[in-house]
């Protein structure tokens, strides 16, 4: 089944859609509800090497000093790399809406932005049959 409602592989040139992780209540229960995942099926598993590869390639963006203030980072592995989307809404992998940020870049800008703040606030709510029910 193709999840088009979903969005796009945050990689670029990738045409997939991601799934979503599934919520569960205080209970254990499965909560209808979602919270996107980023990368697709295949790249959260044995193509994960693409997307190091593509963060390693993109280094901090904010080098140049464009979020108001210059990073000073040394990068020296993915994992001190994040993608920050540039609009602050989690769903949009629009390329032109993604940024690779270090850890501490990434931090600053999404408190600076207040995306912190409206997180889920521009989530499209989907109806419940859409999700997996598991019993």
């Known amino acids: 089944m193709t999840n088009l409602w979903a969005p ?14 599934k919520k569960y209540d205080r209970t254990g229960q499965q909560a ?4 996107w995942k980023m990368f697709c099926e295949y790249h959260r ?7 190091d590869n593509w963060k390693i390639n993109q280094g901090c963006s904010n080098t140049d000093a464009h979020h108001g203030f210059k990073c000073t980072s ?18 949009n ?7 690779v940020l270090c850890r501490v870049c990434h931090q600053r800008v999404t408190t600076d932005n207040g995306h912190h703040l ?8 989907l109806p419940p049959e859409l ?4 019993e």
């Open 118 to 125: 409206t997180r889920y606030a521009n989530a499209t709510h």
């Open 93 to 99: 992998n629009n390329p032109a809406n993604l940024e």
């Open 8 to 21: 796009k592989c945050a990689l670029p040139d990738c045409i997939e859609r991601v799934s979503y992780h």
């Open 32 to 35: 209808p509800g979602y919270k």
């Open 131 to 134: 999700f997996e029910v598991t």
């Open 45 to 51: 598993g044995k193509g994960k090497t693409a997307i």
């Open 74 to 91: 040394h990068i020296t592995k993915p994992g001190q790399l994040d993608v920050n989307h540039i609009d602050g809404d989690r769903h």
